[in-house]
């Protein structure tokens, strides 16, 4: 178990007047970020009085690892989605990707790379004062693309024996521009003449030899004042040593071994040319024939002429062994290092490439992991990885698989930032067996701002089949709802959960307004509920009741009056409510046709007595409502009485 | 069809063409409204010419270099932007999550964008959804289910229909000077009159049995009777408001939510749609009210832009030229549309 390692710890001091008598308490929050504040709990002694009210009491946000959320980090982060996502879909479909597919995938990955370091370097150059922040941005997003380059050939591409140093080649012409820069200033220069004799003319030349660029080198040696093509001639040598260096290409269906046959060929010529005193005449001419010779003097010569131990090691391999395979690249590491400071003096950059010489692929993931101010890198390297079978199942303790591991982190870093959620979900629903957990988690924590974002999260949460978080969440919006008193709005969130529980309630809620005030609040919405009404029997109740007022307003009394009947005998409406019914009578009561028979009005009679002896009803009301409630009462009898006799009449 | 995406680094959640002053003459500038941002803010880019260049697939793509949208201004803003307009090609209103109405110059001359005006405290719970300009009035409705009517010289707003919705109201269009109308989250058209005595709507119909909710709604530029409104299950639903309150018909589109429809201006056959599901589609018909209504019709569905990954948010169309922003923090410029 590692010891926390306190050299490498951040401290922040955190200003605050009340702390000069009350302790500092903090608290997590989500993603990295604390909440710190004074605290009146401890260190008040029975002394000191807990007065805080003389100073303001602060709550202090601490945050760190914000850098994803940088412009150009948002488009890393937007850019790598879509392609993060290509691969796991790319693995459903065919179980796993092909070769090809995984380089094509690690291209896209590259480019973006680049991209985002263009994007800042126009940035960088743009502005008018130096930017520290942008220059680190600059420095890591190279970083990266140089390690994720490095990690292609090695590991993604993989070529067969004998081609990989061809790529390593070129890896360095690519990323380390020394003999470009070189070569440029030699031609630049206006004062000296001609580019000859500039003082970087010669390592102009060694550097473009070292990095394997044979043309380039004769081009330069062409301008040359003591150049010419006879033979005999030390530079007539050299061009031709230069122009029949054997290059493997594997597209020409050349095998390893005739290569090499070849090579060595070459080779000693080479050497046989240089021992045979050609280049005698020509000090610089003799160190490049060295180089070509592959001698190990020369590389403690012109040592200030590579940048790293990397360049040296490729460089030369280059001239000794070419068809050099991928697992032998590591025996040859420790020498160089040596030659530059030895391991002691190795940079974060230095052992992640280490590593990748090595081909140790959980060695380059830890210390790309603890070196880079990102989780971006190893998540991706990692996932891309693991499809080649390259990543093995477990380095942490607790067993957990590295990839799911890796991702969980990189989504954290990333759940700070609210926008960034779309994202963070389709990251959690490919990190394995545990997504479904992962998400139901992270769903639950996402902040529902607003209606749209809560149907988005909604769609998303179905898709995916976490039917418990979309219950939760159309909870969360009900009650959010039902504190501002938006009955119609919850109502509509309990018929998306089919909650009929709660749209009883609300149905309830919407009566009892109603009978109080008279008036509904939510007409619009019941009016057209249409089969959603059959949901819970407050709320059929509270639909026919709509449409009775319906009919009323349509004189249609006869059958406003049957439906009445009906919710009054058929016992559906609450008993609280029968009092506003019982009166809705009234005015049927009171026109001329007749609209109850004579088994209906004592039907209604019936129910008259019913409620006079629920005295409950009555016991929440006040003296006055009470005496008006009693005459309503008195009055509805004597109509119903009334109607009674008429009916038996007629 | 030529292509171009950028990746500006903000969640878009509105983009709009600048109108120009004659429909023959191609808008070269959009707006964007940012959300779910630590610093929200509208900004204005210019899009260059796009050229259409073949690469050695020969296909026909943009020519990156001269047509990537630039950014000229911005105007932060302290909300989400749920909705937003050009009212005029100078001045854009936009409706916030934190319930207040902004309305943004944009100086010509300087190219600057600077907050002219600002109402504040519209919608208190939930924000304000969406906005619709008809100069000098402007409309802004909420989560509240109110519809606020506002005047662009005067604070206090002109009429409010408070809490007319039961429901929250998704977006707000004018038909004319006097109406308006609004769709909401259980699946019902509304028409409102503005110089209406009461608050009640002057028609509501529903597009659904089951309380889809309608998300946007636009109308027929020429045949104005006709508005398409798109729902959360991915449906077209046309209405003829001369008739009865069901709708005419109803058109499986998407697979999810269609979050903005859009009428071609000035080639009405064709109606833009773009979804949750991350595509923008483009639907061709005649619409032949008998031929609608009747079901046989000939309706083609193309696709604009294939699945993309996230939601696609907003579009808008201009002569030849859509643009689209979805939430994965990219906004597409697309050529030969029509």
């Given at each position: 178990m590692e010891e926390p390692d306190s050299d490498n710890a951040n401290e922040i001091v955190v200003y605050d007047l009340l702390m000069e008598h009350h302790a500092l308490h903090a608290h997590w929050q989500s993603g990295h970020s604390l909440m710190a504040f004074a605290s009146t709990d401890t260190l008040a002694s029975v002394d000191q009085p807990r007065d805080v009210s003389q100073h303001p009491i602060y709550l202090h946000e601490i945050h760190w690892n914000r850098e994803m959320h940088s412009p150009v980090a948002r488009k890393l982060v937007n850019e790598s989605r879509l392609v993060f996502v290509g691969v796991q879909q790319q693995a459903e479909i065919s179980g796993k990707p092909t070769k090809s597919q995984l380089l094509k995938f690690s291209r896209n990955y590259r480019s973006i790379l680049q991209s985002c370091f263009m994007e800042l370097r126009q940035k960088f150059e743009g502005s008018e004062e130096f930017d520290e922040e942008l220059e680190k941005q600059m420095q890591l997003y190279s970083m990266m693309e140089l390690i994720w380059s490095l990690c292609e050939i090695l590991f993604i591409e993989n070529s067969p024996d004998g081609t990989v140093l061809i790529q390593l080649v070129e890896w360095c012409k690519w990323h380390f521009p020394v003999a470009d820069d070189y070569v440029r200033l030699c031609y630049n220069a206006?004062?000296?003449?001609?580019?000859?004799?500039?003082?970087n003319y010669w390592p102009a030349i060694y550097t473009l030899a070292l990095q394997g660029r044979t043309s380039e080198v004769r081009e330069m040696l062409k301008l040359h004042p003591a150049f010419q093509t006879q033979e005999h001639d030390p530079f007539a040598s050299i061009d031709e040593l230069l122009r029949k260096m054997p290059i493997f290409s594997y597209h020409q269906s050349q095998s390893t071994n005739e290569f090499e046959m070849k090579w060595r060929h070459w080779h000693d010529e080479c050497i046989k040319r240089f021992y045979g005193g050609d280049f005698d005449t020509m000090p610089n001419l003799k160190t490049l024939s060295r180089i070509l010779c592959g001698d190990e003097g020369i590389i403690q010569e012109l040592t200030e002429l590579y940048g790293s131990w990397y360049q040296m090691l490729i460089s030369y391999l280059y001239f000794k062994n070419p068809t050099i395979s991928v697992s032998e690249l590591h025996y040859h590491t420790k020498a160089f290092i040596d030659i530059f400071g030895g391991q002691s003096e190795l940079g974060p950059l230095d052992r992640i490439l280490l590593a990748a010489f090595k081909f140790d692929v959980s060695q380059v993931i830890r210390e790309c992991c603890k070196h880079l101010g990102t989780w971006w890198l190893p998540t991706h390297l990692a996932d891309l990885l693991h499809y080649c079978d390259l990543?093995?199942?477990?380095?942490?303790e607790s067993g957990t698989n590295v990839r799911e591991h890796l991702i969980v982190e990189y989504t954290s870093s990333l759940s700070n930032f609210d926008s960034f959620w779309p994202v963070v979900v389709d990251y959690l629903s490919f990190c394995g067996s545990l997504s479904n957990h992962y998400l139901g988690l992270f769903v639950q924590r996402i902040p529902l701002s607003s209606e749209k974002k809560a149907a988005k999260v909604i769609r998303i949460c179905e898709k995916r089949g976490l039917l418990k978080e979309v219950e939760s969440i159309c909870r969360q919006m009900k009650m959010k709802s039902m504190q501002h008193n938006r009955l119609g709005t919850a109502l509509s969130w309990c018929i998306k959960a089919n909650d009929s529980s709660f749209a009883m309630i609300i149905a309830d809620k919407m009566l009892k307004e109603y009978a109080r005030t008279g008036l509904f609040s939510n007409i619009d919405l019941i009016d057209y509920l249409g089969s959603s009404v059959l949901m819970s029997e407050s709320l059929t109740f509270l639909g026919k009741y709509r449409d009775f007022h319906k009919l009323y307003a349509a004189e249609k009394f006869k059958d406003a009056g049957q439906l009445l009947l009906n919710l009054l005998m058929s016992r559906k409406a609450p008993l609280d409510f029968w009092p506003s019914l019982l009166m809705d009578c009234l005015p049927l009561l009171e026109r001329n046709n007749l609209i109850y028979d004579v088994e209906e009005t004592t039907g209604l009679l019936a129910c008259l007595n019913v409620l006079d002896q629920k005295q409950k009803i009555f016991d929440s009301m006040t003296e006055i409502e009470r005496e008006n409630q009693e005459k309503k009462m008195k009055h509805l009898r004597l109509a119903l009485t009334n109607n009674l006799a008429k009916a038996i009449v007629s | 069809m030529a292509e171009c995406l950028t990746y500006v680094s903000q969640k878009i959640h509105k983009i709009r063409w600048k109108p120009t002053s004659t429909t023959i003459q191609k808008s070269e500038t959009f707006a964007t409204g940012s959300y779910e941002d630590l610093a929200n803010s509208i900004t204005i880019w210019g899009v260059g010419h796009m050229t259409g260049v073949v690469n050695q697939d020969k296909f026909e793509v943009a020519d990156l270099e001269n047509s990537q949208p630039r950014r000229q201004c911005c105007c932060k803003i302290p909300g989400d932007v749920n909705g937003m307009e050009f009212a005029n090609s100078e001045i854009i209103v936009a409706g916030l999550s934190s319930g207040a109405v902004y309305l943004v110059r944009l100086e010509s001359q300087s190219q600057e964008l600077n907050v002219q005006f600002n109402w504040e405290n519209l919608h208190p719970y939930g924000g304000s959804t969406d906005i619709a300009a008809n100069l000098p009035e402007i409309v802004s409705v909420g989560e509240d289910g109110t519809i606020h009517i506002m005047r662009i010289d005067s604070k206090r707003p002109l009429r409010t229909f408070a809490h007319s919705d039961s429901c929250p109201i998704t977006q707000v269009q004018y038909l004319n000077t006097h109406e308006l109308c609004t769709t909401n989250t259980v699946g019902q058209l509304r028409i409102w009159d503005v110089r209406s005595p009461t608050d009640a709507p002057t028609r509501v119909m529903s597009s659904s049995e089951t309380l889809v909710a309608l998300r946007c709604v636009d109308q027929h530029p020429t045949q104005s009777y006709i508005l398409a409104s798109g729902g959360s299950d991915g449906c077209v639903t046309l209405f003829d408001i001369r008739k009865e309150c069901s709708p005419l018909t109803k058109l499986q589109i998407h697979d999810e939510d269609i979050w903005e429809l859009r009428f071609h201006r000035t080639s009405p056959s064709y109606i833009f749609s773009c979804s949750e599901d991350g595509s923008v589609r483009r639907l061709n018909s005649s619409f032949e009210m008998k031929a609608l209504s009747l079901g046989g019709s000939n309706i083609d569905v193309s696709e604009l832009v294939p699945k993309c990954g996230s939601s696609m948010n907003s579009l808008d169309v201009s002569g030849t030229r859509m643009l689209c922003a979805t939430d994965a923090e990219s906004v597409y410029v697309i050529d030969d549309v029509i």
């Open positions: 206006d004062d000296y003449g001609s580019p000859a004799q500039h003082p990543v093995p199942l477990s380095i942490t | -």
